[in-house]
Nanobody, 118 residues
Framework: QVELVESGGGLVQAGGSLRLSCAASGRTFSTFTMGWFRQIPGKEREFVAAVVWSNGNTYYSDSVKGRFTISRDIPKNTIYLQMNSLKPEDTAVYYC???????????WGKGTLVTVSS
């Protein structure tokens, strides 16, 4: 079992920045990829960014590429999402996820709310 706890959400003005953190605990030795997703009420959860645990390769959705940066801290079993140039449409609950095998997202955090005001 892997537990994921997100933090760092909040209210920010458009153009501002926030950094989200996700700390993993439990059976983290089997982590293949960790990532961030977001969800607006009434809409489907969408992929934001991911990082491959072993080599640090990163992937981004087109909507955040160039503005968001995902990174990992292996000793702390933590990932971060640095979000710059935030837009009102980035407003959502952001979830951290853990993938053990490269196939599916196996564990999810409870989410942290990011609100970007115009």
């Amino acid at each position: 079992q892997v537990e994921l706890v997100e933090s760092g959400g909040g209210l920010v003005q458009a153009g501002g920045s926030l950094r989200l953190s996700c700390a993993a605990s439990g059976r983290t030795f089997s982590t293949f990829t960790m990532g961030w997703f977001r969800q607006i009420p009434g809409k489907e959860r969408e992929f934001v960014a991911a990082v491959v645990w072993s080599n640090g390769n990163t992937y981004y959705s087109d909507s955040v590429k160039g503005r968001f940066t995902i990174s990992r801290d292996i000793p702390k079993n933590t990932i971060y999402l640095q979000m710059n140039s935030l837009k009102p449409e980035d407003t959502a609950v952001y979830y951290c996820a853990n993938d053990r095998s490269g196939g599916t997202w196996d564990y999810w955090g409870k989410g942290t709310l990011v609100t970007v005001s115009s």
